[in-house]
């Protein structure tokens, strides 16, 4: 739904698009649906998840390294700020999106 609505705004903003639908309309959808959005792109969107997760990873080794280490100190609270932002981004990019729903 929203790349219907995205494609009516971009007719209605470019005479040299518009003309083209009007000439070729299946042509003009056939290029409109090929564009990929970089956040609908798979690849970049498992690069995004595996640097978070390897940040996560890293901030959770290093903590326990300074927990359980040979000098065993109080963790970071700037490890516990990364751990907990990855998570958070992780829970924000893995869970489902909300779907538009018409009746």
Request: glycine share 6%; charged share 20%; net charge neutral.
């Amino acid at each position: 739904m929203k790349d219907i609505k995205r494609l009516v705004q971009n007719l209605e903003s470019s005479p040299e698009l518009k003309s083209r639908f009007q000439n070729d309309p299946i042509g003009v959808l056939r290029e409109e649906s090929n564009k990929n959005h970089p956040i609908l792109n798979e690849r970049v969107f498992l690069i995004v998840v595996r640097l978070v997760g390897g940040a996560l990873l890293l901030s959770i080794v290093l903590g326990s390294y300074m927990l359980f280490g040979e000098k065993a100190e109080e963790v970071d609270s700037f490890f516990v700020m990364i751990a907990s932002a990855c998570i958070g981004a992780l829970a924000g990019l893995l869970a489902p999106s909300p779907r538009e729903v018409t009746n």
